[in-house]
C-alpha cells in the first residue's frame, strides 16, 4: 500500500477513475485543492464525490507554487508521499515540481512545462526536426496579423496555455483572425483562476483525419498501448464529437502515427509519463498537434480499459511510484470502443432528450450518460459543452463507431429557446 498526494483533479471521468484506480490497487490519498467546494458542487446529486474518499484533505494555495512548495515539504515531513499525480492539466507542472522537490518518481518539470505550453511544445519540437504546422507565437493581434500574411491563411489560433479546444478558432481571413485575437485577450484567467499568458498562437492549417496515440514511458522505455480515431466538429471551433479504439487505420497509417508520437514525447524529454499524442494524418505525412503529458480524456481513457484490460490511470498511478505499470492486454471480448458526444447547436434550456430510454436499453451499450431537463445550453464551441454522450462496442471489428453514431441519430434534445 502506498501514500500518493493528489493535486486538484478534474471534475469529469478522470476524477472518479484516478481515485478508482487507487482503490483497485490498495493505495490511499491525500487530496490537496485550494477550494473543495469546486468539487463538491459538481458531485452527482445523491451521491459523494470520489474525491471525499481522500485519507485527507488538505486546503492549500495550488495556484501559487512559490508559496505551495514549503507547506508541501512540511506535509510530506508529516504525512510521507510515496508519488504525486493529478489529472488536470493546469496542475501537471506543479506536480511535476513537487515531485522533483520530494525527490519522488515523476517526469522533469522542464519536460512538462514545455508540453503543457503550446508555444514551448512548437519550438521544442521544431528544433528536434519533429513534424508540425508552421507556426508563429505573437504577443498581441497585430503580431498576429503581421505573421498571418507569411503564413497564408486558413490558420488555427490558439492560447498557448488552455485545454478542451477552448479558444482554439480556423481563421480564413484577417477580420476572423481579429475576432479570434480579441477574444482570447478577452480571457485572462482559466477555469482554475490561474492568470493566462497573453501569447498567441497561430499555426497552419492541418487537413486530414486526425488521431491520438496513447503511450506509457518507464524508466527511459516508451511503450504504445495503441492509437486512437477522433471526429471533430464544430467549425469554426475544434469541438471532438466522438473517438473509437483502436483506429481503423492502414498499418503505414500506425506506424508513421505512432513513430510521430515516440518522437514527440523523446524530443520533449518526457518520462515515467502516460501521455496522448495528438496526430494530423496529412497529404504530406503525420503532423503533431499536442503533447498532453497525461492519461486520455474525453472517454478514452475508458475506451481503451474496455477493449484491451489496459488501464491507463492506474499505468498513471504506477509510474508516479516508480513501479512497473501492467501494460498486457488481455481479452476482454470487444474488438472496438466508441463514444459519440451530443453536441448543441443552438441555446435554450434543456427540456428533455428524446430517445434517451431506447437507447439506455439498446444492444452493445457500454455507457450512457444524457443531461438532466433544466439545464442551460450553449451552443458547443469547445468540449467542454456536451450534453452527454453513448458509448458502445462491438464483440467482432471495428464497428463500434458506426454503431454509436447510429444510436447518437436516435437521441434529439429538446430546447426551450431563451
Known amino acids: 500500500m502506498a501514500h500518493l498526494l493528489v493535486v486538484e483533479s478534474w471534475v469529469g471521468s478522470m476524477s472518479r477513475l484516478l481515485p478508482r484506480a487507487l482503490e483497485e490497487r490498495g493505495h490511499h490519498f491525500t487530496f490537496l485543492t485550494r477550494d473543495l467546494h469546486h468539487y463538491i458542487r459538481a458531485a452527482p446529486e445523491g451521491a459523494g464525490h470520489p474525491l471525499l474518499t481522500a485519507r485527507n484533505i488538505v486546503t492549500a494555495p495550488t495556484n501559487d507554487v512559490g508559496t505551495l512548495l514549503p507547506q508541501v515539504e512540511r506535509l510530506h515531513q508529516a504525512l ?16 511535476a515540481r513537487i515531485a522533483a522537490l520530494l525527490g519522488l518518481p515523476g517526469p522533469s518539470a522542464a519536460s512538462v512545462e514545455n508540453a503543457c505550453r503550446k508555444d514551448a ?56 483572425l481579429a475576432v479570434a485575437c480579441r477574444a482570447l485577450a478577452a480571457f485572462p484567467r482559466n477555469a482554475r483562476g490561474q492568470r493566462r499568458t497573453p501569447h498567441i498562437l497561430l499555426e497552419e492549417y ?51 502515427a505512432t513513430g510521430t508520437a515516440l518522437r514527440a514525447g523523446a524530443a520533449l524529454g518526457l518520462d515515467d509519463v502516460v501521455a496522448h499524442t495528438e496526430i494530423k494524418l496529412t497529404a504530406g505525412g503525420p503532423r503533431v498537434v499536442e503533447v498532453n503529458p497525461r492519461p486520455a480524456g474525453n472517454r478514452i481513457t475508458e475506451l481503451v480499459r474496455h477493449v484491451t484490460g489496459i488501464d491507463l490511470a492506474a499505468a498513471c498511478v504506477d509510474v508516479a511510484l516508480g513501479r512497473e505499470p501492467e501494460l498486457l492486454p488481455r481479452d476482454t471480448g470487444l474488438h472496438s470502443a466508441a463514444v459519440a458526444f451530443l453536441v448543441p447547436d443552438e441555446a435554450g434550456t434543456l427540456a428533455s432528450v428524446e430517445g434517451a430510454d431506447r437507447v439506455r436499453e439498446a444492444d452493445g451499450v457500454l455507457e450512457v450518460q444524457l443531461a438532466e431537463a433544466g439545464r442551460t445550453v450553449e451552443a458547443a464551441d469547445s468540449n467542454n459543452a456536451y450534453l452527454g454522450h453513448i458509448m458502445a462496442g462491438d464483440p467482432t471489428g471495428l464497428g463500434a463507431r458506426r454503431r454509436v453514431e447510429t444510436l447518437l441519430a436516435g437521441v434529439r434534445p429538446l430546447l426551450v429557446r431563451s
Open 80 to 95: 510521507h508521499f510515496d508519488g504525486v499525480v493529478t489529472s488536470c492539466d493546469y496542475y501537471l507542472p506543479t506536480a
Open 121 to 176: 511544445t512548437r519550438r521544442v519540437l521544431a528544433a528536434a526536426g519533429v513534424p508540425g504546422p508552421r507556426f508563429a507565437v505573437c504577443a498581441d493581434g497585430v503580431e498576429a496579423a503581421l505573421a498571418a500574411e507569411d503564413i497564408g491563411y486558413p490558420l488555427v489560433v490558439k492560447p498557448v496555455d488552455l485545454c478542451a479546444g477552448m479558444l482554439v478558432r480556423r481563421v480564413d481571413d484577417a477580420s476572423q
Open 206 to 256: 492541418l487537413d486530414g483525419p486526425e488521431v491520438s496515440v496513447e503511450t506509457v514511458t518507464c524508466r527511459g522505455v516508451a511503450h504504445v498501448v495503441g492509437v486512437t480515431d477522433k471526429s471533430v466538429g464544430g467549425a469554426p471551433a475544434f469541438v471532438e464529437t466522438g473517438h473509437m479504439f483502436p483506429a481503423d487505420l492502414s498499418a503505414a497509417d500506425l506506424t508513421a
